[in-house]
């Protein structure tokens, strides 16, 4: 057990959030790409990237995945409008509701210009203390400033907090500066080693 735990923090898409990939294999073979190529373009181009800092729009990335893919206006809105199926946690978010009681919360996104306005529903003040998004810090995950500003706006030091995310390289950032990390498997083995951290049962 680590004895100065204050808050934890949490990755929201992968971790809070889980896209639905079945859909997206469907739309690949529909296109003509290789299985799993689509997310590798919606998610990874540099357009995306630098919407992710702050630097470009929504609407910038969607030009850009229609110049990559060289596909149709309706076919841009097909994949649109399956490109963000997925579920959130009811689970793993009602657990956070209850440590809140007893810790800080927070989380920090990598994520489009957009997502504040649209995950409001699920990621909101009634349930985290601090809500960080990349586009508006300009930096991203695994970048060390990105962290520290969680924790100052936590108001509580590096070594008083527990990082969640489906992504070792962000874990591994986060222990780097001094957090403790937690890499996410499922919400089971989450709650059971925050349980196990922090002595809630």
């Not at 923090?9 to 739309?27: K, M, S």
């Not at 689509?38 to 357009?47: A, E, G, M, R, T």
């Not at 810790?103 to 699920?122: M, V």
């Not at 930096?139 to 100052?152: C, D, G, R, T, V």
Request: aromatic share 10%; hydrophobic share 40%; charged share 20%.
């Amino acid at each position: 057990m680590i004895s100065n735990i204050e808050a934890f923090i949490f990755d929201v898409g992968g971790v809070l959030y889980h896209p639905e990939l079945p859909p997206r294999t469907d739309l690949e073979i529909n296109l003509g790409i290789p299985s799993g190529s689509l997310s590798q373009v919606v998610f990874c181009n540099p357009v995306t990237m630098k919407a992710q800092l702050g630097q470009a729009t929504v609407s910038d990335i969607w030009s850009q995945v229609k110049k990559i893919l060289n596909i149709t206006d309706a076919e841009l809105d097909k994949i649109k409008n399956i490109m963000w199926n997925g579920t959130w946690d009811n689970k793993l978010l009602q657990y956070i509701s209850i440590i809140k009681k007893y810790f800080k919360t927070g989380t920090i996104s990598d994520a489009w210009p957009n997502a504040r306005k649209n995950i409001e529903q699920y990621v909101n003040y009634k349930l985290f203390d601090v809500i960080i998004f990349s586009y508006e810090e300009n930096i991203l995950k695994p970048n060390p400033q990105i962290y520290e500003i969680a924790a100052k706006r936590l108001n509580v030091k590096l070594e008083s907090c527990v990082y969640i995310d489906d992504k070792q390289k962000n874990v591994d950032g986060a222990i780097k500066i001094g957090m403790h990390g937690i890499l996410y498997e499922n919400s089971d083995q989450i709650i059971r080693e925050i349980n196990t951290l922090s002595k809630i049962q």
